[in-house]
């Protein structure tokens, strides 16, 4: 079973410029995931998908970020204007379902903002 | 929010053992533990749902005591390859909402 895909897996930019994150999940995972993890801190739920709807996004600062996961499968996070706090390793898992299953994780999408 | 894990960090000597405890304010459905190695992404340890079941896995258990939204990860005989830091990850009731605790850094030495 191939794993969850992520790119880019290193990515610099200036501040003010936009990026973009891609994350294609475990066929068949109806539960998509993305976290940012800064440094030293632990992975912070941005969005989370069921199917192509949003079960939570309360922490995603809107006014910057956006997602979304068109047909429930394969999503994108994107950055835009970046600023100097927004580097951190963007990760994405997915899950079988909600709560009873493990999330398998990606290999992450390193940001750094210059 | 954010459920508090403690300690912050603790430091083994091969062959001890160590409790991580996960705390949270919110009604959880299940939690879950992972371990995250430096520069790594977080590996599956073990899933716990609520009924207040215990698990094990070779050397390493937990607890979840539901009504109290508690649970506890027990590392015994503690081996080198059970360094990094440790996460609880908890599903909210009702919403689903998966989030991860505040993290314990663990350090076995030889």
């Known amino acids: 079973e191939a794993g969850v895909a992520q790119s880019p897996r290193y990515k610099i930019i200036e501040k003010r410029q936009s990026v973009a994150f891609w994350c294609n999940p475990i066929?068949?995972?109806?539960?998509l995931y993305w976290y940012q993890q800064i440094l030293g801190q632990g992975p912070k739920l941005l969005i989370q998908?069921?199917?192509?709807?949003?079960?939570?996004d309360s922490q995603l600062p809107k006014d910057r970020f956006s997602a979304e996961r068109l047909k429930g499968v394969d999503s994108t996070l994107k950055i835009q204007p970046a600023k100097l706090e927004d580097s951190a390793v963007y990760l994405c898992?997915?899950?079988?379902?909600?709560?009873?299953?493990?999330?398998?994780f990606g290999e992450g999408s390193r940001l750094t903002v210059l | 929010q954010q459920p508090v894990q403690s300690p912050q960090a603790v430091i083994l000597r091969e062959g001890e053992d160590a409790v991580i405890n996960c705390s949270s304010s919110?009604?959880?459905?299940?939690v879950h533990w992972y371990r995250q190695k430096h520069g790594e992404a977080p590996v599956f340890l073990m899933i716990?749902?609520?009924?207040?079941e215990q698990k094990g896995h070779d050397k390493i258990s937990a607890s979840f005591n539901e009504k109290k939204q508690q649970s506890s990860l027990y590392l015994t005989a503690s081996q080198l390859s059970y360094s990094g830091t440790y996460f609880c990850?908890?599903?909210?009731?009702?919403?689903?909402?998966?989030?991860f605790g505040t993290g314990t850094r663990l350090k076995v030495l030889a």
């Open positions: 898992a997915s899950s079988r379902g909600q709560g009873t299953g493990e999330l398998f």
């Open positions: 066929s068949g995972h109806a539960t």
């Open positions: 998908f069921q199917n192509n709807g949003v079960v939570d």
């Open positions: 919110k009604a959880l459905y299940s």
């Open positions: 716990l749902l609520k009924g207040g």
């Open positions: 990850g908890t599903a909210t009731s009702g919403t689903y909402k998966y989030i």
